[in-house]
């Protein structure tokens, strides 16, 4: 069973009485969809609820050393009309009424014989009436909220402190009002995130004026036009630890709409399932139901250690990039010197010019934008291209694998700049030589061509059709096989990028048909 959301909080204030029998009435009755359901006794329930199929209720309560506790969990299966396959998901609720405090727990989890299914994640809808009864909910320093909270100018320097607090425990999301519209469309958005990921992040808004004092007190790593940054708990300080706080665009905002609410949800919610539990819920212990076989624990190792050997095998790798990049600068440096130019190094260190091509980005979709605006005189990417990036650009691995997409974007535009240059050669034979923009030329790395088996299988080779420029096939649409792996780990989510050289045909481009998760262009192999 995979956690997709787990909400933790202590209210110190709760309204009405504290008691177990008040958190399982509520429970039930959400469950239930009726205010007027009775409480059952301990045990399962088989629940009948109007127009929608029967759910199972599990209530659980524990007295242990004068402190009592209640574990409370509801099971809905559903069947996928296309593949057949069942998907379970259960909300779990637990309650340890302590001397001091009523400590709270809620999860939500889902499993499912359809590994590619992305199901939409967001909080429990148990969470509003549970958080609407409750005088004080927080998670250490930091308040948990289901509503947007609007800062004016006035009080930003009260947000740059909270940011800054080394005891926040939940992520913020800060939205800022867009440069020059009168459109609330932000607001809603803002306020759609905030419900949706309530008890998980809080959700910030600023008008222009706050987005002017806090780019004032917070410089490069505040937000404006806009757009939206996660602040995780961590340092807030300087402009080092920016990589740490998603950011998201203005433009690419407005571009995804309703997207950007499940990408940010889908982020805080990850960010909420690596949270441990408190000891204090330990009084409501797992049954024997609820225990891992040594066997899940040792396949779930070896995972692990798989994906420990790729990582260790990419870090040598990028190492070794990392020194020949260096070497080459520092040859670079001394020859500008000697012919004169040694300023010109300095000078091309960095730039503020808003056209220049970024050196990172903050995930696949801003790399594929970033790309399109560009990169376009040598690498065509149609709309169609992305392909279901909302699980890969939530992932922890969101950031590496954005950049590791923008890296490779970049280094079919060199190649195509460099055929344009004379180069005689594949987009193989120019990477193995080594040069500064080249993408890894190994079998981990790049697929110049598929299997034998994949292109002779109908539906594999379907798979791999794309939209391509009609001045290179009339029809639009053309088979491609070569393709970068972005990562080799990551199971199926991770990204692909399939792509067509016609840098010796009509456009003098490379033109990329597919940017997505694995398990969407599958081989025989996954």
């Known amino acids: 069973m995979s956690v997709l959301y787990r909400a933790l909080w202590v209210d110190s204030e709760p309204v009405g009485d504290r008691s177990i029998d008040r958190y399982a009435a509520t429970f039930v009755q959400w469950a239930a969809g009726d205010d007027t359901a009775s409480t059952p006794d301990d045990g399962e329930h088989r ?39 069942p998907t379970v998901w259960t909300t779990t609720l637990r309650v340890v ?55 004016e100018a006035g009080h930003v320097s009260v947000l740059t402190a909270m940011l800054r607090d080394p005891d926040r425990a939940l992520p913020v999301i800060v939205f800022s009002e867009p440069a020059h519209s009168s459109s609330t469309r932000w607001l809603e958005l803002a306020e759609r995130t905030a419900s949706r990921a309530s008890g998980v992040a809080v959700v910030i808004t600023l008008d222009a004026a706050a987005v002017t004092e806090f780019r004032h007190q917070l410089g490069t790593l505040a937000v404006w036009g806009g757009a939206v940054r996660t602040y995780v708990p961590g340092p807030v300080e300087n402009d080092a630890d920016a990589w740490r706080h998603r950011f998201m665009t203005g433009d690419l905002v407005a ?30 212990a797992a049954t024997t139901a609820d225990s891992v076989s040594v066997a899940e624990v040792e396949a779930e190792r070896e995972q692990w250690a798989f994906e420990l050997e790729l990582e260790q095998e990419e870090r040598a790798r990028v190492e070794g990039e990392l020194t020949r990049a260096l070497g080459h600068l520092a040859r670079l440096r001394d020859r500008l010197d000697s012919e004169g130019h040694g300023s010109l190094f300095w000078e091309s260190q960095s730039t503020d010019d808003p056209d220049a091509t970024p050196d990172s980005v903050q995930d696949t979709s801003d790399a594929v934008l970033t790309a399109q605006q560009h990169l376009a005189d040598w690498v065509a ?26 890296r490779g974007l970049r280094a079919l535009a060199a190649y195509a700049r460099a055929r344009a240059d004379g180069f005689q050669g594949h987009f193989w034979d120019w990477c193995a030589r080594g040069e500064p923009l080249a993408w890894p030329a190994t079998t981990k790395k790049l697929a110049m061509s598929e299997s034998e088996t994949v292109v002779n299988n109908d539906r594999f080779a379907s798979m791999r059709v794309f939209e391509v420029d009609l001045s290179v096939d ?48 599958p081989n025989t192999r996954s």
């Not at 950007?260 to 009084?283: E, H, I, K, W």
């Not at 990417?381 to 923008?406: F, H, K, M, Q, V």
Request: net charge neutral; charged share 25%; aromatic share 4%.
């Open 255 to 284: 571009r995804l709409d309703g997207g950007t609410v499940d990408r940010l949800v889908y982020n805080a919610a990850q960010l909420s399932t690596r949270r441990r539990v408190p000891g204090v819920f330990d009084v409501l």
């Open 97 to 151: 009424l302590a001397p001091d405090a009523d400590h709270v727990c809620l999860e939500n989890a889902m499993e499912s014989d359809n590994i590619s299914l992305r199901p939409k994640v967001g909080r429990p809808r148990v969470i509003d009436r549970l958080l609407g009864a409750a005088g004080k909910a927080t998670l250490g320093r930091s308040a948990v909220l289901a509503a947007p909270v609007p800062v």
């Open 47 to 85: 629940v009948s609820r109007a127009g929608l199929p029967d759910r199972l209720l599990s209530i659980r309560r524990v007295v242990s050393d004068g402190v009592t506790a209640l574990e409370a969990a509801t099971r809905d299966e559903s069947i996928d009309e296309a593949t057949g396959a």
């Open 474 to 521: 009339p029809a639009g649409r053309i088979m491609m096989q070569s393709h970068l792996k972005i990562s080799e780990g990551g199971g199926n989510l991770a990204p692909r990028v399939y792509f067509h050289d016609d840098t010796g045909g009509a456009t003098r481009k490379v033109h990329v048909g597919f940017v997505g998760p694995h398990y969407l262009v």
């Open 381 to 406: 990417i149609p709309d169609s291209a992305p392909r279901e990036l909302d699980g890969i650009d939530s992932g922890p691995n969101a950031l590496s694998w954005g950049n590791a997409t923008w």
